[in-house]
């Protein structure tokens, strides 16, 4: 019903920039949360950043002041745009969103992922 892809991962210097999108699509939804959370060989994965319907959003501490999270409720897409990138954050960054159907409740979804590599 709903599908959810990742694009604009890639590689970069330390310092450099990238703005990862995430597209839904898919018949009768609607978004109510997206994020977008990323994963590190021998790491937990961890959320990044959060934004609801409304337009709130939450960092974690790691990526405040760097990272800026956006979405545009009318195309389902969400993005995020990240500055002043460090070696540490090299990670997959999935996107995850909590959709409604009109058949069914409020459920999660992730994209496939998108490897971020941030070289020294």
């Known amino acids: 019903q709903v599908q959810l892809v990742e694009s604009g991962g890639g590689l970069v210097q330390s310092g450099g920039s990238l703005r990862l999108s995430c597209a839904a699509s898919?018949?009768?939804?609607?978004?109510?949360?997206m994020a977008w959370y990323r994963q590190s060989p021998g790491k937990q994965r961890e959320l990044v950043a959060l934004?609801?319907?409304?337009?709130?959003?939450n960092y974690a501490d790691s990526v405040k002041g760097r990272f800026t999270i956006s979405r545009n409720n009318a195309e389902n897409m969400v993005y995020l745009q990240m500055n002043g990138l460090k070696p540490e954050d090299t990670a997959v960054y999935s996107c995850?969103?909590?959709?409604?159907?009109?058949?069914?409740?409020?459920?999660?979804?992730w994209g496939q992922g998108s490897q971020v590599t941030v070289s020294s």
């Open positions: 898919g018949s009768a939804f609607s978004i109510l949360h």
């Open positions: 995850n969103a909590l959709i409604r159907t009109a058949s069914m409740g409020p459920r999660n979804y």
């Open positions: 934004i609801t319907i409304g337009g709130s959003t």
